[in-house]
């Protein structure tokens, strides 16, 4: 090669890894983002997907999912997300590893800061999921996936006849336990205080279910259990008045202390529900024009990865609309 040919060459290099503008970028890497990613790839709009601190989202922190229609024999949750992401990539999708940092929806084209990058967008689409909150132990880290859980639907097939333990004393900890009754011989959950936050209903329900037991006033100290070694073995409970601990044995837990949506970057430039979720209408559109919204991070209840990637194509054909009238 010619020393000009070499320069041609590697300027083309470098101008290719230096484009900034992208007609759709994505933000979020979890079922939603990746099917957004797939439809948008295959409509030739080369999206650029920035995967947020957790590639792959939820699903990630899941092992077994039975649940995903299309794998009879079920699948482990990051190889889902794995060929989620190998399918986007295979249309053109690009996907960049990194946390978004800013985002200016004010001007056009959108903003998008990602550390030291910046990139600008004729679409946007938004699936940064929502986290559940957990306890913050050590052994709640390290046996998460394995008898630790924030998702009884996707993972109480897995407690058949064992013993579980519910945290938490709102309408998401007494839906998990109801929905646990139906695997689990005993369910206990272990509230904070003496009176639960969940809607009287709930309450009613959940106290009335002969499997469902409730020791009050109490936190989780400490889980456990080795990973390696059949996962969760039990707990070790904490009694808030009278300070005295014990251990309690079970086979899983479930954390219900509720999920926050990761809406914070959005503050003040779209609008979100009395729950902090972003709010969308006809679709996945959001109050800003171009800017769509998919998954976890527009829908509280249902926070199935089918739902989450049923939204996301939504999201995907909502753009590409967009995009063509903007064309037009
Ligand atoms: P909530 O915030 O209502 O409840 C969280 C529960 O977890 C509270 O009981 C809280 O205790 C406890 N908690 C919070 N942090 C900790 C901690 N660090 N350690 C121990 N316990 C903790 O969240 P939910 O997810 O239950 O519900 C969110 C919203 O969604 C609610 O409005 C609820 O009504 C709604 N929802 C409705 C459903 C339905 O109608 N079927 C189903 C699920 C949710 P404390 O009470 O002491 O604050």
């Not at 902090?276 to 006809?282: A, D, E, I």
Request: with cysteine; glycine share 10%; proline share 3%.
């Amino acid at each position: 090669m010619s020393f000009i040919g070499f320069v041609v060459g590697f300027c083309y290099i470098k101008a290719v890894e230096k484009k900034s503008h992208y007609r759709v970028v994505i933000l979020g890497s979890g079922a939603a983002g990746l099917t957004a990613a797939i439809y948008a790839a295959r409509a030739n709009l080369e999206p650029l997907v920035i995967e947020g601190s957790q590639p792959g989202g939820q699903l990630t922190i899941t092992t077994d999912v039975e649940n995903y229609p299309g794998f009879p024999k079920g699948i482990l949750g990051p190889e889902l997300m794995e060929e989620f992401k190998r399918q986007a990539e295979r249309f053109g999708t690009k996907t960049v590893f990194g946390d978004v940092t800013g985002v200016n929806l004010k001007q056009r084209p959108f903003q998008i800061t990602a550390g030291k990058e910046s990139y600008t967008c004729n679409a946007l689409i938004i699936a940064t999921g929502a986290s559940a909150k957990l306890l913050g132990l050590e052994s709640e880290k390290k046996l998460m996936g394995y008898g630790v859980s924030a998702c009884a639907t996707c993972d109480g097939f897995f407690f058949k006849e064992k013993e579980v333990v519910v945290v938490g004393g709102g309408d998401t900890a007494m839906e998990e336990a109801l929905f646990l009754t139906k695997y689990a011989t005993k369910v206990s959950v272990v509230h904070r205080r003496s009176e639960l936050r969940a809607s009287k209903i709930m309450q009613d329900r959940a106290k009335k279910n002969p499997r469902i037991s409730f020791i009050w006033d109490s936190v989780l100290d400490d889980i456990y259990g080795n990973p390696k070694d059949g996962g969760v073995k039990g707990v070790r409970l904490k009694n808030l008045r009278s300070g005295a601990s014990q251990d309690f044995k079970c086979d899983g837990i479930f954390i219900a202390i509720g999920h926050e949506p990761n809406t914070k970057l959005f503050a003040g430039q779209l609008e979100v529900d009395e729950f902090g979720y972003l709010k969308t209408h006809n679709g996945t559109s959001t109050n800003v024009p171009g800017v769509f919204a998919c998954g976890d991070v527009q829908n509280r209840i249902y926070r199935q990865a089918i739902t989450a990637a049923r939204s996301g194509c939504m999201a995907a054909i909502d753009a590409e609309k967009f995009l063509e009238s903007l064309e037009e």
